[in-house]
Structure formats: C-alpha cells, structure tokens
C-alpha cells in the first residue's frame, strides 16, 4: 500500500528564514507528485506539481520542489519565507490506478 | 471560472442515520474525489469517479458509498452513521482520469453525528 509521510507536523519560523518540509511516498511504481497549501479560512490549492522531466519543479509564490526517486522523496523549499506563507501544507502522491494519497500536512507559522 | 462547490456547508446527524453529501465539480472536470478529514488527521482518500463510473475506494467500510451523475456532479452516501463518522468531507475533481492533473478542491461539508 503506498503512504506519504511529512516529517514535521509544525513548523516555526521567522521572516526571511529558509524554509524545507519533508516528504517521503512508499510505493514502487511510477507516481505523481504534488504538494498542496491551505491558506487560513481557504480551500486547498495546489502550490507545485512533478510528473516527468526536470525533478527540480518550481510553482507558485517562490516555492520549489526535488524529487530525487533515489530516496522516494519530494521536499518543498523556499529560501526566504514571508508572513503570508503561514498555512497548513500537504504533500500527496498520485498512482496510476487513480488513488490518491496525501500526508498528514505541515502547519507552517511564520512570525513577522 | 466557478470552483468545486459542495452542499451543505454543514450537516448534523445522530447515530444511525444516514447522510448525503453533493459535490459540483468545475466545468468540463470528468473525474470526482471524495476525502474525509478527521480532526488532527489528514485527507484520507474515499472514492474516485470518472466518467459515471466508481475508478477506486480507500479503505473504508462499505457503508459509505455514493456515485456520479451524467453531468459529472457526485453524491456521497454515508449510512448507518457512527460517531466516528464525525469529519470535514472534501470533494475535489480533475479535468481528466490522467493522474498528473492536480485536484481542485471545494470547501467541504462538515458532518457532525451527536
């Protein structure tokens, strides 16, 4: 059975600091990877996605993921994180059979 | 162009009834995920529909159940309710059964069983 694991379930920063969440997916075959963000009193919203080519993907907001297959993992970074970057944050794997599997999120708090 | 819509915003139930949840998926979105979320713990995948057709489940009990409509809108059936039941439900659809296509999400439909 495939999971998604997130290492850390808050995270603390001030402004400016560098940001890396943690993602790992147990499963064998060929897999599709996102990570999704969840504003304050927003809905999910999908912040960068990774299916084939460059394994270094950058989405929105400055927000940058690698996938290294190696070590089954997709870590979210940005180098310099703002208020407005405070948010649950959660990575998922998709299979081809359609399932869909997500981690457990990171709530991210960025003080000012 | 309007997102995932779901209805209701908010449903009270009591042990052993039976709830229905609606999900609206976006213009032209073939394919309907449904997920509960319970408090403190993550999405947990339901059910998948493409095209009228149930394409996988998660592992839960039969009881919940649901399907999808010609015009691609989804119910969610959840019978004999039990207090653990009690959870935010997110429905999100997808333009095609490819699954590199992201998922968008509607709010959700908080189900409370008393």
């Known amino acids: 059975a495939q999971s998604v694991s997130q290492h850390n379930h808050h995270v603390i920063l001030s402004e400016a600091a560098s940001l890396e969440l943690g993602c790992n997916y147990s499963?064998?075959?060929?897999?599709?990877l996102f990570w999704y963000v969840q504003y304050p009193g927003q809905h999910l919203q999908l912040l960068l996605k990774?299916?084939?080519?460059?394994?270094l993907v950058k989405g929105i907001k400055g927000f940058e993921a690698e996938f290294i297959k190696s070590k089954f993992s997709f870590n979210l970074r940005k180098p310099s994180v703002q208020w407005s970057d405070t948010a649950e944050y959660f990575c998922?794997?998709?299979?081809?059979?359609?399932?869909?599997?997500f981690g457990d999120g990171t709530t991210l708090t960025v003080k000012p | 162009e309007a997102g995932v819509t779901q209805s209701p915003t908010h449903l009270i139930k009591t042990r052993g009834q039976q709830a229905t949840l609606r999900c609206s998926p976006i213009?032209?979105?073939?394919?309907v995920y449904w997920y509960q979320q319970a408090l403190g713990l993550g999405l947990q995948f339901l059910l998948w529909y493409d095209e009228g057709e149930e394409r996988n489940r998660g592992n839960f009990p039969p009881r919940f159940s649901g399907r999808q409509f010609p015009n691609y809108s989804s119910e969610l059936n959840v019978n004999a309710l039990e207090l653990e039941d009690s959870a935010l439900y997110l429905c999100?659809?997808?333009?095609?059964?490819?699954?590199?296509?992201?998922?968008?999400f509607g709010d959700g439909t908080r189900l409370s069983i008393l």
């Open positions: 499963y064998g075959g060929t897999v599709n």
């Open positions: 990774y299916f084939s080519g460059d394994p």
């Open positions: 998922a794997v998709n299979t081809n059979a359609g399932k869909s599997t």
């Open positions: 999100a659809s997808s333009s095609d059964r490819v699954s590199n296509q992201p998922q968008h």
């Open positions: 213009s032209g979105h073939t394919s």
